[in-house]
């Protein structure tokens, strides 16, 4: 079947800028999570969704950053006034459920945000 | 805090050889989930394999293993044939509270 999918794959921005980041996750998943790459760093937690809630949001660097899945699917990364610093690779992934390493979480190919 | 500690940026290895990449960890929960994923340049993270930390006996996947040292906190994979397919970034992460915490990386490659 389908994997998660990320749209757009890539997406350049200026400065000050707002920008969606859009993830359609593996069909029948509950849980969703988002992550941000930077160059030559492994992944950072930003947040994740058991359903239509944000079951932590611990990871979102400031209230520019926020992300919604209002029907338990599709979830949108959203980022107001962007920063220079916000250019990295942003990672979702889906779980069937959330908890437990036998609840593999199967990546999308990421977006690659430039801010110029 | 749970740290994941990578220390080797880049390894290489001939193509059908063994090569070993380490990984630390500190975490102070009890029950935790340690993975080895790997990130070719397509970007697409692909779970290589995962260990439960109150399993004693180390996971094997094919010619990927792990040796897990519980005590010393130490989860390093060991990738038996390399091969060419295998290039790419290798990242240590440990699961907590169901979120993922990643290591900076290894750059493996393999040479013909």
């Known amino acids: 079947g389908a994997g998660v999918s990320q749209t757009p794959s890539n997406k350049v921005t200026e400065k000050g800028k707002y920008v969606e980041l859009r993830c359609d996750p593996i069909?029948?998943?509950?849980?969703l999570y988002w992550y941000r790459q930077s160059l030559g760093q492994g992944p950072e937690f930003l947040i994740y969704?058991?359903?239509?809630?944000?079951?932590?949001d611990s990871g979102l660097p400031n209230d520019r950053f926020f992300a919604v899945r209002p029907e338990g699917s599709v979830s949108t990364l959203k980022i107001q006034r962007t920063e220079r610093g916000d250019s990295a690779v942003y990672l979702c992934?889906?779980?069937?459920?959330?908890?437990?390493?036998?609840?593999?979480?199967?990546f999308g190919p990421g977006t690659r945000l430039t801010v110029l | 805090a749970q740290t994941v500690t990578q220390s080797q940026p880049e390894m290489s290895v001939q193509e059908a050889e063994t090569v070993t990449l380490s990984c630390t960890y500190d975490?102070?929960?009890?029950?935790?989930?340690l993975f080895w994923y790997k990130q070719p340049p397509s970007r697409q993270m692909i779970l290589v394999i995962r260990?439960?930390?109150?399993?004693?006996q180390n996971a094997t996947e094919n010619r990927f293993s792990v040796n897990f040292q519980k005590a010393a906190k130490s989860f390093s994979l060991k990738i038996s044939d390399s091969q060419l397919g295998d290039t790419a970034m290798y990242f240590c992460?440990?699961?907590?509270?169901?979120?993922?915490?990643f290591g900076a990386g290894t750059i493996l490659r393999v040479k013909s």
């Open positions: 992460a440990g699961e907590y509270g169901n979120k993922l915490v």
């Open positions: 969704f058991q359903g239509t809630g944000a079951a932590d």
């Open positions: 260990q439960e930390a109150y399993k004693q």
């Open positions: 975490t102070s929960e009890n029950n935790y989930y």
């Open positions: 992934a889906s779980s069937l459920v959330v908890g437990g390493g036998d609840n593999e979480q199967f």
């Open positions: 069909s029948g998943h509950t849980a």
